[in-house]
């Protein structure tokens, strides 16, 4: 069986971008593959995090994984910190990695432009990602089209570790889903939802109520001609609903056309909302069982504890490669 890992910041209470685009086709691969799915709260602070914050939202995230239908007697699911291999494996990658790749990389080229004091963990977070990735013999990672080039580092590293020293890593594939890997901002349709936009109009998290749901659909921004057509170029905004919709709803993008011909754009955005918040529902509901449970606790302390097991193992092998063990064979 195949190894898929993923794993997600808790850097705040995630999008409907973040569930239809990626958490939505976990619940179908723990049938699969053998996963692991990890709160990657060391990943968090490469830029400054309030204690308190982190600790909530790191348990809210892995509240939120359950909620959305991850087994825990199916996959793995752990928080990141409670795992030492990945700190210990990060550091041996960035001794392989290059300072002028990871300067290039995307992300990193972003959130330090313009900044005047840049965490070195911004820099080199890349090869701990890899770490993240490799500890588990990981085949296949579920990512964003904006991950991309992080898994073709952690690829590159992989590689160059498997030259220099032993060929102890698999090489990893990004599989980034066809549907739904972009969910866009409501109010600015040609970028991604995303649950850092100062808008708090841009997104849905999966956490708002009704209410809110239904008025960030209705104020999202769609055009003037009042057509509902799949049209990504011309009409960004009404593709982005229409893709909600589907996804939401499970019904195809040309049977929601056909549904709509003819009618506005006020019957349409309320029935997208309506399909959202049906869509969402029950994830709250498991949601708020677990969050403050002795259920979630037992659960992450049996994921911890399964996850070390395997990172550990991975871990000697790089460190044995490398001369970093005291013993003799």
């Keep these: 069986m ?8 808790p850097s705040g209470t995630l999008t409907l971008g973040n569930y239809l685009g990626a958490m939505k086709h976990f619940v179908d691969l723990q049938e699969e593959y053998n996963c692991y799915f990890c ?27 359950l909620a959305v239908g991850i087994h825990p007697d199916k996959s ?18 960035q001794c392989v990695s290059y300072i002028g790749e990871l300067e290039r990389m995307t992300q990193f080229k972003d959130k330090s ?25 990981t085949d296949i990672v579920p990512v964003g089209e904006d991950q991309k080039q992080h898994i073709e580092l952690t690829r590159d590293l992989a590689e160059r570790f498997n030259r220099q020293y032993n060929e102890i890593f698999t090489i990893p594939e990004a599989r980034i889903p066809k549907v739904g890997a972009r969910i866009m901002s ?27 749901i239904l008025k960030k659909i209705k104020r999202a921004q769609t055009d003037s001609d009042n057509e509902i057509r799949f049209d990504k170029e011309k ?26 011909e003819g009618k506005g754009y006020g019957q349409f955005k309320e029935d997208t909302a309506n399909a959202v918040i049906q ?4 994830i709250q509901e498991r949601y708020h069982e677990l969050i403050n449970s002795d259920e979630l606790d037992e659960i992450l302390d049996k994921g911890a504890e399964k996850a070390n097991r395997t990172a550990q193992k991975m871990l000697f092998k790089a460190e044995r490669a490398m001369g970093l063990e005291r013993r003799r064979r």
């Design 279 to 282: 869509a969402l529902k029950p």
């Design 113 to 137: 432009e313009g900044k005047a004091a840049v965490s070195a963990g911004l820099l080199t977070y890349p090869p701990l990602m890899a770490a993240d990735i490799l500890l588990y013999g």
């Design 76 to 93: 793995t699911v752990f928080i990141q910190s409670e795992v030492p291999a990945h700190a210990q494996l990060g550091w041996i990658l």
């Design 235 to 260: 009409k960004p905004g009404v593709s982005n609903l229409l893709t909600i919709y589907s996804l939401c709803a499970n019904k195809s993008i040309e049977e929601l056309e056909n549904m709509y």
């Design 186 to 212: 409501l109010q600015n349709p040609t970028r991604k939802m995303s649950k850092s936009d100062e808008n708090q109009n841009a997104f849905i998290s999966m956490l708002d109520d009704e209410k809110t």
């Design 2 to 9: 195949q190894t898929i890992f993923s794993g997600i910041q």
């Design 39 to 65: 709160i990657v709260n060391q990943h968090a602070i490469t830029v400054p995090q309030e204690k308190a914050k982190l600790k909530e939202n790191s348990r809210s995230l892995a509240a939120l994984y």
